[in-house]
C-alpha cells in the first residue's frame, strides 16, 4: 500500500501554502498524479475558563467567504515547539494567558492532499489580558458556555471542524 514518489513538479510557492504535483508509483505497479498543498505544522487551543465557558474567536475566513466562530489557533514559526505556539496564539488571539496547556491529541486534517499536521491543547487556568493578533488578522473574542457551544455545533452556526474536534473530545474527557 506504499507510493513511492517517481517526481515532483511545483506549481506555486506562497508564504502559507505550496503546491505541487507529485507522479507516484502505487503498489500495484500503476502510475498516478498527486496534487499536494505543503503547509507548516499548526496548533489549535480550547481555552477553558474556570466556570466553564468556553473562549472563541470569530473572524472572517476568505476561503469560507463568511465569518466563522472557532477555537483560536495558528501556524507554528521555524523551530518553535507546540506548546509554545499553543500559548502565543492564545494570547494573540485573545488576551488570555494560561497556566494549565494540556496537550489532547494530534493529526492530519486533511490527509488527502495536505502535509498540515495540527496539535490540539486545551487551555485552563485562564488570566484575561488584551488580545494582540498579526496585522492582517482581525478577530473578535466570543465568550460561550459549553452548553451553547454545543448547541451552536448542531445548529449547524459553528462549522470549523478543528473547533468541533477539539469540543467533542474534551467533553468526551469530562
Excluded at 467567504?65 to 472557532?70: A, D, G, I, K
Aim: charged share 20%; glycine share 6%; hydrophobic share 45%.
Amino acid at each position: 500500500m506504499r507510493e513511492t514518489t517517481l517526481s515532483s513538479h511545483y506549481i506555486h510557492r506562497g508564504r502559507i501554502v505550496t503546491l505541487r504535483e507529485d507522479t507516484v508509483l502505487l503498489s500495484s505497479g500503476m502510475e498516478a498524479k498527486r496534487e499536494i498543498i505543503e503547509h507548516h505544522r499548526a496548533v489549535v487551543v480550547l481555552p477553558v475558563l474556570d466556570n466553564g465557558d468556553v473562549v472563541l474567536v470569530r473572524q472572517f475566513r476568505t476561503a469560507a467567504n463568511r465569518v466563522l466562530l472557532e477555537v483560536p489557533a495558528g501556524l507554528m514559526e521555524l523551530n518553535e515547539s507546540a506548546v509554545v505556539a499553543a500559548h502565543r496564539e492564545l494570547g494573540e488571539e485573545t488576551g488570555f494567558v494560561s497556566s494549565d496547556m494540556t496537550p489532547l491529541f494530534e493529526g492530519f486534517p486533511t490527509p488527502g492532499f495536505c502535509t498540515e499536521y495540527m496539535y490540539f491543547f486545551l487551555a485552563r487556568e485562564l488570566k484575561p489580558g488584551a488580545p494582540h493578533p498579526d496585522p492582517d488578522e482581525i478577530v473578535e473574542t466570543v465568550t460561550m458556555s459549553m452548553t451553547a457551544v454545543v448547541a451552536a455545533i448542531q445548529s449547524g452556526d459553528i462549522v470549523d471542524l478543528k473547533t468541533i474536534a477539539a469540543v467533542s473530545w474534551y467533553r468526551g474527557l469530562v
